[in-house]
């Protein structure tokens, strides 16, 4: 089983503390797609969650700052060494639990307690995702810690007195809204206030606004009295207010979290050098293209672009100079093609485009995209010379659409016009 590399994370700036909740569904992707190192790093720098990577052995490979802080320890000491120092693994990789991540790919949400530098018990909020090598085999764990003493000091406060309760909600970061059975808000605490921009008398006494369920954690989207909108994490439980059941409804800022997911989910569905979509963003699109395409009754053509020459490029101009082309070539294809069709760059020199409305054998597209290139051959002083091989196939609404073979069939049909070119170029 190979280790895992070691990666440098940084101290995580000021900001939000994103909900395990949220980050579980960051790590579980991030244990499930591959993304460069340094982006991956730049995602975790903005976390206050502890992360924790573990080997197979359950060595520690990784840790983030955050996790150092939270367990009061140097890199040093926790790197390449048993996770035991800091969990109880009999209690928290026993038999069920590990089976469930081995079967489930994760676990989530688990109220554990980790072991600081003197032996106290820091409570957390724990997930954990299976990482996997490219075969499927489970080769490490990515866990994922939130510290959640202060939410345990409230529960109890909570569970005590009245009176406890409006003293720490009001110095608690997170909106607090007591709302009772008809939907009503009952009490809000100065977060709440700060969340939404509104005065306290502007959010008691109305319809809370939000639908609730006792024991759910939803994201809802929050509209700021400036007209700014941003998303909160919202959980709720039951409890009493003025000897009436009413829901505790806590509202946590997770605006910044939720962009930064967003990012995450471009990076793995994105071409880093060109910004067009990679093959794993092109199929999703494609899906959903081809609901549409059923939907309307609308043909659909699919081309297979080979750019041509890349290897003399390369070696004879330098990778800079590759680069540029596959930044030319994406260029030109942004401004033929609509903004409705898919682009994408599958491999070093290949690209796929998905058109609607486009039936027959994509002549008119093909015809489009060659005398654009030609156009931009034409400049002056260029370095070298935009070509490309492309083959197109059309798929009728209503035939069964198999992604895969009709790229595999543009493939074939874009193979068949390189050979032609070689062969009369052989001739002349």
């Known amino acids: 089983m190979r280790a895992l590399k070691e990666m440098t994370i940084e101290p995580s700036p000021q900001g939000a503390v994103p909900s395990a909740e949220l980050i579980d569904a960051i790590v579980h992707q991030l244990a499930q797609t591959m993304v460069s190192r340094d982006a991956l790093e730049r995602i975790l720098e903005t976390m206050l969650n502890a992360i924790v990577v573990i080997d197979g052995q359950s060595m520690i490979q990784s840790v983030n700052q955050s996790a150092c802080d939270l367990l009061g320890r140097e890199r040093s000491e926790l790197m ?17 639990c590990w089976e469930e991540v081995r079967r489930q790919g994760s676990v989530r949400n688990l109220e554990i307690n980790w072991r600081g530098r003197e032996g106290e018990a820091i409570a957390v909020l724990f997930s954990a995702s299976l990482i996997c090598d490219r075969e499927g085999v489970g080769e490490g764990v990515v866990c994922a810690a939130q510290d959640i003493r202060e939410h345990l000091r409230l529960r109890h406060a909570l569970r005590s007195s009245q009176e406890s ?4 909600v009001d110095k608690s970061a997170d909106g607090i809204f007591i709302v009772d059975q008809d939907g009503v808000s009952r009490f809000v605490n100065p977060a709440a206030e700060l969340l939404l921009n509104r005065r306290r008398d502007e959010l008691l006494g109305i319809p809370f606004g939000f639908p609730v369920v006792n024991g759910n954690i939803t994201e809802v989207d929050v509209v700021r009295r400036n007209g700014e909108f941003g998303v909160a994490e919202m959980r709720s439980v039951w409890t009493e207010w003025e000897e009436r059941p009413a829901l505790l409804v806590s509202l946590r800022d997770v605006t910044e979290t939720v962009r930064l997911r967003e990012e995450l989910r471009l990076l793995t569905l994105v071409d880093e050098l060109t910004g067009l979509h990679n093959r794993r963003g092109f199929l999703l699109l494609a899906q959903q ?5 059923e939907r309307s009754n609308l043909p659909m053509t699919l081309m297979f672009i080979d750019m041509d020459g ?15 082309a596959l930044l030319e070539l994406s260029a030109i294809l942004k401004s033929v093609f609509r903004k409705s069709d898919i682009l994408a760059r599958i491999g070093g020199d290949e690209f796929l485009v998905l058109s609607c409305e486009h039936g027959s054998d994509g002549g008119i597209l093909r015809r489009r995209l060659l005398q654009e290139i030609d156009r931009h051959n034409n400049a ?7 070509s490309v091989s492309l083959g197109a196939v059309s798929a009728s609404p209503l035939e069964p659409l198999d992604l895969e073979k009709l ?13 032609k070119k070689k062969s009369e170029a052989t001739l002349r």
């Open 80 to 96: 390449g060494h048993p996770f035991s120092l800091i969990a109880d693994e009999e209690t928290l990789w026993g038999k069920s």
């Open 165 to 168: 309760f409006q003293a720490i």
């Open 289 to 293: 293209a081809r609901q549409v395409m």
């Open 310 to 324: 890349m290897k003399a490029i390369n070696d004879g101009l330098g990778h800079q100079y590759g680069d540029q």
């Open 380 to 386: 002056p002083h260029r370095p070298f010379q935009l």
């Open 407 to 419: 790229i595999a069939a543009a493939d074939q049909a874009m193979y068949e016009v390189k050979r």
